[in-house]
């Protein structure tokens, strides 16, 4: 199983709503991560979690709040969010941080 | 702060060319270097990837070259086909660090 599984695949959220979303993997990794992807940009690094623990957060805002409850999962609760947070969120994970990285579906967020 | 690129923002390609699409990166303490392939409406998926101890490593149809004194990375597609229509980013991880992504490349192969 090499599969990295986001949920909801799409979301619609206004600016005063409280989201989540959701990542799993079932292949023992115990680095995972938060990428942003806007329309035709790379993916951008959000958060790092090497063995649950928070190890890269690049300056984001507190409106972005990232969870690992266990190594197989990880949460991105969301809250307050503007227009421009509307993008596509990335969810991946690799066996360490210096190793492939595989990568869910992604959720596509919409903030209206 | 320093970041992986790509020369060219798109590629256009004949079925049953070779592709070659590039990538510079600046961050001379990266040692790890991967290629993805993003489908529309996808995430990224694994290519290929090489490590700072190596100059040029293969896999099916795709090779990747690293020349790590001018800092260029590349991607070699063999006999492109029309499912390899795609954005195919470099990424660069060092150490103990998380992969950072370059701008990109759009690969469109016509038959």
């Known amino acids: 199983d090499t599969e990295v599984t986001q949920t909801p695949k799409h979301l619609v959220m206004g600016m005063t709503n409280k989201k989540s979303l959701k990542c799993e993997q079932h292949m023992g990794h115990r680095a995972m991560y938060w990428y942003k992807q806007k329309a035709k940009k790379p993916p951008e690094l959000m958060f790092v979690?090497?063995?649950?623990?928070?190890?890269i957060n690049e300056s984001v805002p507190s409106r972005f709040s990232p969870e690992c409850p266990n190594s197989s999962l990880l949460n991105l609760h969301l809250h307050a969010l503007q227009p421009e947070d509307s993008a596509l969120y990335l969810c991946?994970?690799?066996?360490?941080?210096?190793?492939?990285?595989?990568f869910g579906q992604g959720t596509r967020l919409t903030v209206v | 702060g320093e970041s992986v690129g790509l020369h060219l923002p798109t590629l256009s390609v004949q079925e049953g060319d070779n592709s070659i699409i590039n990538c510079a990166y600046s961050n001379s303490a990266s040692d790890y270097f991967i290629w993805y392939k993003q489908e529309s409406g996808k995430g990224p998926q694994f290519i290929i990837d090489i490590r700072s101890n190596m100059d040029k490593r293969q896999g099916q149809r795709v090779t990747v070259l690293l020349n790590k004194t001018v800092k260029h990375l590349s991607l070699q597609i063999a006999a492109t086909q029309p499912g390899d229509s795609a954005v195919y980013f470099c990424?660069?991880?060092?150490?103990?660090?998380?992969?950072?992504f370059g701008k990109g490349t759009t690969l469109s192969v016509s038959s």
């Open positions: 979690y090497s063995y649950e623990k928070l190890s």
């Open positions: 991946a994970s690799s066996r360490t941080v210096d190793t492939e990285a595989f």
């Open positions: 990424a660069e991880n060092e150490a103990g660090t998380a992969l950072i």
